[in-house]
């Protein structure tokens, strides 16, 4: 069975206020959550970068030469 989001948002509407708003909580809680954890995989993907010698680092200048005429 495939649950969609509008069968989803129907049986939430269903619940009392006060549920829902639990819900609410809960799933912005988990997207931040979700946020954190893609940051964090980011960054060490980063780190690992870094330790590899993949990456450039230093100033725009560094990267692009002079940008200034």
């Known amino acids: 069975m495939i649950t969609t989001v509008d069968s989803i ?13 639990m819900v609410d909580e809960i799933v912005h809680k988990r ?5 954190r954890e893609e940051i964090q995989t980011d960054y060490l993907a980063a780190l690992n970068d870094r330790k ?12 692009f030469g002079p940008t200034g005429s």
């Not at 997207?31 to 946020?35: A, D, R, V």
């Not at 450039?56 to 990267?63: A, E, V």
């Open 9 to 21: 948002l129907d049986e939430i509407s269903q619940l009392s206020i006060e549920d829902q708003e």
């Open 31 to 35: 997207i931040i959550e979700g946020k």
């Open 52 to 63: 590899q010698g993949t990456i450039i680092s230093g100033s725009i200048d560094d990267l």
